[in-house]
């Protein structure tokens, strides 16, 4: 929304993405899914997906019911089966879970009170939790991400697919990269953003300068991925850092997530689905571990995270940093491969309109992409709204991940935005593409 968007027209924004986040969920579980699909750990590495439906509901009653409208508590007796910090992931099967049923009926009692409370809302003058619609902003993201990580349980689910699977589209024919890298300009660049909307790690805008380097065009695909494997890499000690090569050893990994050797090839199983190994597409469902690992083979490194965004978003013809790769225009399909509109990346080259200045292709969507940063504050950092978004990760135990996943929505995908895992995460959808210094003149 622009910063000339009336009251009326932001509630009424709001309202319509409350409804298109609700929709997205209860189409990943209660439409989909029996009972008991949706009470069972289907992975130790997440949640029931009935944890994850009613945890947003009580998300927003928390935030919106609560915290914004300063209404009573519809549920306080359910705030600590629904923390995400006091209940690791393992054991939240073992709660007094709401049923689905019941899931479904407290989450639709906080949305009636919202909507209630959204018509008296006051954007401008008012508590900052407030200013610009943040809040709302805040919940409806919350609630997209928490769609993501119910995808992700997907793919970890055992037994017959449970979701449409619309075909790729086919690599474009015209607009793809000139070469497989291009050079990024030594100089200056805003990094980070004060967008309404962002969260609280992504502030502030900042200036950051950066000597000159050289980042892929696309990122790895499954072919080149293949050809690292064809050639020992996981077998090759000197392609892994210390802590990489420990996880290799110890967890005996030969492959990406869901990959296994068939006597005509190598098979992936995506969504209760057994299929070919696409060579097009941008590899995903690998470690920052592996990541590095190919980069090292490829005589190359993992972009920094300041890297990754001063070739998505800036703009050397004009001297000025973008919010997305391609200008201002809000997300669309010719742009990016965002929403789960597939439920897979797109080939590798494909989406040109996405492009950005520099001429690097497919930095928002697809997947998300490893840099070698380790997840901190930008310099000015303030804690907004809650400690336990942003800062109670900062430290050297996470890695920055950049550009969101074809899972992701195109409402968090400004390129801007900041997503952090531990080094051996492989059930997200992560992929990644390399850099490498430039030569000196």
Known sequence: MSEQTTPERLKDHIAAQLQQARERSEGLTLDILDDDELTRQHSPLMSPLVWDLAHVGNYEEQWLVRAAAGQRALRPDIDVIYDAFENPRAERVHLPLLSPGEARAYNAAVRARVLDSLERARFEGGPPLLNGGFVYGMVIQHEHQHDETMLATHQLRRGAPALPDPPPPA????????????????????????????????????????????????????????????????????????????????????????????????????????????????????????????????????????????AARYDPASGTTRRFPWGEEEPSPRHANLGQRLLRPAPAKSLPAGASPAGVHQLVGDVWEWTSTPFRAYPGFRVFPYSEYSEVFFGSEYRVLRGGSWATHPGMARATFRNWDFPIRRQIFAGFRCARDAEPV
């Open 171 to 310: 690599p474009a024919s015209a607009g793809r990269p000139a070469g497989e890298e291009v050079l990024i300009e030594a100089g200056p660049f805003t990094m980070g953003t004060d967008d309404p909307w962002a969260y609280d790690n992504e502030r502030p805008a900042h200036t950051v300068h950066l000597p000159a380097y050289l980042i892929d065009t696309v990122p790895v695909s499954n072919a080149r991925y293949l050809e690292f494997m064809a050639d020992g890499g996981y077998d090759e000690r000197r392609w892994w850092s210390d802590a990489g090569w420990e996880w290799r050893t110890r967890s005996g990994k030969r492959a990406p997530a869901f990959w296994h050797r068939d006597p005509g090839g190598w098979l992936r199983r995506r969504f209760g689905r057994i299929e070919p190994v696409p060579p097009e597409e941008p590899v995903q469902h690998v470690c920052f571990h592996e990541a590095q690992a190919y980069a090292a083979w490829a005589g190359k490194r993992l972009p920094t995270e300041a890297e990754w965004e001063k």
